[in-house]
């Protein structure tokens, strides 16, 4: 796996992401704010969500995970996971979430490969198309609510977008 992070240009191909992102989001009606917010209470452990939906709306609903914006994979990033290749363009993790996008060059090619990857793991609970002329994938399991959203470029930028919650942590 390579995952590349630019040096030069950086902060604007980042606002860039978040922007791209954020409309996607938006559009496909999975729009999350991605702004920690340092005066809110951190978030405490409750049980475990029953779908991919309750997950969602606990790590992004409005008493949800403060998130911030990072350099790079997270630390605690879970590593049975796969992430897609390319450059990592935004990274932002809070308490049991992590939202990464990458730039590629083929992006419908590298959400195939992660999507066959995730496909043994995780089950599959629904996939649908966006706007854009991308497309999503949502995985539920156990442990974790994963996010893969493709657009294949050139606007946005090719890019493969991936969201993990850990359910079990959140609110």
């Known amino acids: 796996m390579r995952i590349r992070i630019p040096e030069r240009g950086f902060a604007w191909r980042l606002r860039s992401a978040f922007l791209t992102a954020a409309l996607v989001a938006t559009l496909v009606g999975c729009a999350h704010v991605a ?5 809110d209470e ?3 452990p409750v049980a475990e969500a029953d779908t ?14 403060s998130v911030g914006t990072i350099r790079g994979v997270a630390d605690d990033f879970p590593l049975s996971l796969p992430m897609p290749d390319g450059t990592l ?3 932002t993790v809070g308490l049991g979430v992590w939202d990464m996008t990458f730039e590629t ?6 959400a195939d490969e992660l999507v066959a990857a995730l496909d043994e793991q995780i089950d599959q609970v629904s996939q649908g198309s966006t706007p854009a002329g991308g497309e999503y994938w949502r995985y539920f399991d156990d442990t974790y609510a994963v996010q893969v959203q493709m657009e ?4 946005p930028p090719a890019m493969v977008a991936v969201v993990v919650i850990e359910h079990g942590l959140l609110r």
């Open 35 to 39: 702004t920690p917010s340092l005066t």
């Open 42 to 44: 951190s978030p405490a």
């Open 52 to 65: 991919w939906e309750e997950a969602w709306d606990a790590a992004f609903g409005p008493r949800g995970v």
């Open 89 to 91: 363009v935004a990274s």
């Open 105 to 110: 060059e083929d992006a419908e090619n590298e």
């Open 152 to 155: 294949p470029g050139p606007t």
